[in-house]
């Protein structure tokens, strides 16, 4: 089926956190439109951006955009933004049942708000390989209250000024901002309105249940900078897909989820029915400093506005705990039979090491010594209509300076230019169509002393293979020994940890231009990520639509 959506983007005032901000809303919803699909249907949507100043573009998370690289919807690749007043087609198909997302991809405007959920179910003649008998999804984000604008200027201030933790979590949308932190405020500055049931804004999320049915609970996660722990207040949860992937079912107690992941977990309603419980998420792997964010189980008919859980929110794991989400990240194999299985070797290896740098007295982030900016002229329309200049022809390297006594625990060496230099970049790494290709993502010490910080890394087109994860530095010898090649799980997001590296493997099959790139939303905007083409003698051509900036513009 066809399934047609007319979008209009512009700011609008809303409270997802009781806060009064502006937010970057389509059709003045924040989170924005549900997309409701069935695997094969094609989604077109007639975006029009109603932003007074500035270009727009969505980015359709998971979907793999085969034959439409042209609308996957990232500024700088696959076309120029759409600008003020203009509207622009995309239309493409959903090649996966799952639980996926769309967002902003310019900027950071995905902080500002800009996002929405894409459940895909699969066609009435085909059965999950689970049973539930209701299903229902949760988008987590996290909130700020500076503008995107100001957080921007902050990364590129000389002192550097970070986004710092958000104000609060929200859980499709909704999160309350524990008003008592605002200075002098007690609930009653002007910014803080009150955070009861009179403003249904600040109503809890509600999920309702009833008594001995099992559900099915899509959790995907939109956060700009937080990983996240996500609990269900007794009751344990069942995984059995992984970003639209089967895997072998695992229970677990609480869920680790990071930026551009997403989860089906099955849980049972067999606890205490005449109360209602906490679903919570917490933060990991960074200090925390932001309070749980809260939605309401409700065991039907239970009311919820009287019968809030008796219960203290929930708590989670250390947030600096990282055995326990490497050992989490490890549960997850795929379910035989249910996927291709894994290519048993690669025809290219690259090694990619994440570094933080200055340049320029900047802060910025870079991969094997480049830090990614964003060039005026799309990649897709550079490759396909032969702009020579559109970038460096200068390959970035497949591996780290070659210092083989690199030491990922460091502060970079103050004498040693390799570590200390990095420089901007921006030509992709090519590949050769159907190329079988390991990427390795090698994490480190950042500029702050005994400090390295997780890395949730996101690959556009497809969804790769996680071959193993690693502390400290890869070895090449000997690691790739024990990488698993019997069941790795696929999917599009992998998390790297703090002084750790994780291995996936992926066919560049699919003609086209593709971010890999760190899906915290100021870190890529710092520079972490890598683009790679494939296939590119076999681009198609490209709608007129997705050019007319940089090196595209007609010339007379
Ligand atoms: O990108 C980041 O910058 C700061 C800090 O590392 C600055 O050195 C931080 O916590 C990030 O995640």
């Given at each position: 089926a066809?399934?047609y959506y007319d979008?209009?983007?512009?700011y609008?005032?809303?409270s997802?956190?009781?806060v009064e ?8 919803e ?5 997309i409701?699909?069935t695997?094969g249907?094609?989604?077109?949507v ?5 932003l ?12 793999h955009?085969?034959g ?6 990232t500024?700088?690749?696959?076309q120029c933004?759409i ?10 198909i ?14 950071m405007?995905?902080t500002?708000g800009l ?8 066609p ?14 949760v988008l ?5 209250h500076k ?5 921007q ?5 000389i002192?550097f000024r970070?986004?710092?933790e958000?104000?609060?979590l ?7 901002y524990n ?7 007690n ?10 049931a009179?403003?249904p804004?600040?109503?809890y999320h509600v999920i309702?249940v009833?008594?001995?049915?099992t559900?099915?609970l ?6 700009s900078l937080?990983?996240l722990n996500?609990?269900?207040e007794?009751?344990n949860?069942t ?9 072998e079912p695992v229970v677990?107690?609480?869920l ?11 849980f ?10 906490w ?17 309401v ?5 239970n ?5 809030l859980?008796p219960?203290?929110p929930p708590?989670?794991p ?5 055995d ?13 039979g249910?996927e291709?299985p ?5 025809g ?12 320029n007295g900047?802060?910025?982030?870079a991969i094997?010594?480049?830090?990614f ?5 799309p990649f ?12 460096s022809p ?11 006594d690199?030491n ?5 060496n103050p ?12 030509s ?6 159907g ?5 390795i993502v090698?994490?480190a ?5 005994n400090?390295s910080e997780i890395?949730?890394?996101h690959?556009h ?6 071959l193993?994860?690693?502390?400290g530095?890869?070895?090449p ?5 024990s990488?698993?090649l ?10 790297v940890?703090?002084y750790g ?6 066919v ?6 593709w971010?890999?790139?760190?899906h915290i939303?100021s870190?890529?905007?710092m520079?972490?990520?890598v683009?790679?083409?494939e296939g590119i ?8 639509e ?8 007609p010339?007379h």
């Amino acid at each position: 089926a066809v399934q047609y959506y007319d979008w209009t983007v512009a700011y609008t005032y809303a409270s997802p956190d009781c806060v009064e901000k502006l937010v970057m809303a389509v059709n003045g919803e924040v989170p924005g439109p549900r997309i409701d699909a069935t695997e094969g249907d094609t989604i077109v949507v007639n975006l029009t951006n109603h932003l007074p100043t500035e270009g727009v573009v969505i980015h359709w998370h998971g979907m793999h955009q085969v034959g439409t690289p042209y609308y996957d919807g990232t500024a700088s690749v696959s076309q120029c933004t759409i600008n003020s007043g203009e509207t622009f087609t995309y239309s493409f198909i959903v090649d996966r049942a799952g639980t996926y997302f769309w967002h902003g991809h310019f900027g950071m405007q995905r902080t500002a708000g800009l996002y929405g959920s894409i459940i895909v179910q699969l066609p009435d003649s085909q059965k999950e390989p689970f049973d539930y008998d209701d299903e229902a999804s949760v988008l987590l984000s996290d909130w700020w209250h500076k503008s995107i604008y100001e957080q921007q200027l902050g990364l590129d201030s000389i002192p550097f000024r970070f986004v710092g933790e958000p104000q609060s979590l929200l859980i499709e949308g909704r999160g309350k901002y524990n008003c008592a932190l605002d200075p002098g405020s007690n609930g009653a500055s002007p910014s803080c309105l009150p955070c009861n049931a009179s403003n249904p804004e600040c109503a809890y999320h509600v999920i309702p249940v009833e008594h001995g049915k099992t559900y099915r609970l899509r959790i995907a996660s939109i956060t700009s900078l937080s990983s996240l722990n996500f609990v269900l207040e007794g009751h344990n949860l069942t995984v059995v897909t992984i970003d639209g992937r089967y895997i072998e079912p695992v229970v677990v107690e609480n869920l680790d989820i990071y930026s551009g992941q997403s989860y089906s977990v099955l849980f049972t309603a067999d606890q205490d029915q005449s109360r209602n419980y906490w679903a919570g998420i917490n933060v990991r792997g960074r200090v925390p400093n932001t309070t749980t964010g809260l939605a309401v189980l409700q065991y039907l008919p239970n009311s919820t506005d009287l019968q809030l859980p008796p219960s203290k929110p929930p708590g989670s794991p250390a947030w600096d705990d990282f055995d326990y989400s490497l050992a989490q990240a490890r549960l997850y194999k795929v379910k035989p039979g249910y996927e291709k299985p894994v290519p048993q070797s690669a025809g290219r290896t690259l090694i990619l090491l994440n570094t933080q740098n200055k340049i320029n007295g900047h802060i910025k982030w870079a991969i094997n010594n480049v830090s990614f900016v964003f060039p005026p002229t799309p990649f897709l329309a550079a490759f396909k209509l032969k702009l020579k200049n559109a970038f460096s022809p200068i390959a970035p390297p497949d591996l780290p300076p070659n210092k083989p006594d690199f030491n990922i625990f460091a502060l970079p060496n103050p004498n040693d230019p390799s570590e200390i230099n990095a420089n901007f970049g921006s030509s992709p790494y090519v590949f050769k169509l159907g190329e079988i290709v390991d990427v390795i993502v090698q994490n480190a010490n950042t500029l702050n002393p005994n400090n390295s910080e997780i890395h949730p890394w996101h690959l556009h087109g497809h969804d790769f293979w996680i071959l193993g994860y690693g502390k400290g530095k890869f070895d090449p010898q000997n690691d790739p020994q024990s990488f698993n090649l019997a069941d790795p799980p696929l999917r599009n997001t992998v998390a790297v940890f703090p002084y750790g590296w994780v291995a996936i493997r992926f066919v560049a099959n699919n003609p086209g231009v593709w971010p890999f790139h760190c899906h915290i939303e100021s870190h890529f905007y710092m520079g972490m990520g890598v683009i790679f083409a494939e296939g590119i003698h076999k681009l198609p051509s490209l709608p007129t639509e997705t050019l007319g900036c940089g090196l595209t513009k007609p010339r007379h």
